[in-house]
């Protein structure tokens, strides 16, 4: 595999985005991803030694608990991924997870603005929903100030490209400000 990975490299490949999806073995597991936690990490160090950019995706699950949010920052840490990015487990109509969940749902199925990446749509268990929010948005504030490079964003992606997503960063901390108020 790794030599599939140099030859796009070698052809110009620049970033990888990588959905890890989660920093726990049980889930991945459930999740169906075919690997592990040391294979993720293996993956992520490889790429950074050929000089490729990590990006990473991870779905926050619907069960977590306060340690959780910080086992998910220390993964980072051990990822050192470029750019990461999470967003709620999200159930969607019409698949097996929406069934699964659907005594814990937060929204109507036809509130159709309500199903997006950043808004939690099943009632945790383990912790408030309040709560979960809190911990959502510490989380992105540590990973936004502290995790994701700036100066390689303003570098890739040029000043504007930055400037916006620090505005729909100030967009989601006022939407999870909001959603811990109520």
Not at 93 to 118: K, Q
Not at 124 to 129: A, F, G, I, T
Request: glycine content about 4%; overall charge positive.
């Amino acid at each position: 595999m790794r030599w599939i990975i140099r030859r796009f490299k070698g052809l110009g490949l620049k970033a990888v985005l990588v959905g890890y999806e989660t920093f726990k073995e049980e889930e991945l597991r459930a999740y169906e991803k075919k690997s592990d936690i040391e294979d993720n990490l293996k993956a992520s160090w490889f790429m950074k030694e050929i000089d490729l950019d990590v990006w990473a995706s991870f779905m926050l699950h619907r069960d977590g608990n306060k340690e959780d949010f910080r086992g998910l920052r220390r993964y980072l840490r051990a990822l050192k991924p470029e750019i990461s990015a999470f967003s709620p487990l999200i159930p969607f109509p019409n698949l097996p997870l929406y069934e699964e969940y659907r005594d814990r749902l937060l929204v109507e199925r036809e509130a159709y603005e309500s199903w997006s990446f950043g808004q939690v749509t099943i009632r945790p268990s383990k912790m408030s929903l309040r709560r979960y929010y809190y911990e959502m948005l510490k989380t992105n504030l540590y990973v936004n100030l502290f995790q994701n490079n700036t100066a390689y964003m303003v570098r890739k992606f040029g000043f504007a490209t930055v400037f916006r997503l620090c505005k729909g960063s100030i967009h989601l901390l006022k939407r999870y400000m909001k959603r811990m108020m109520q």
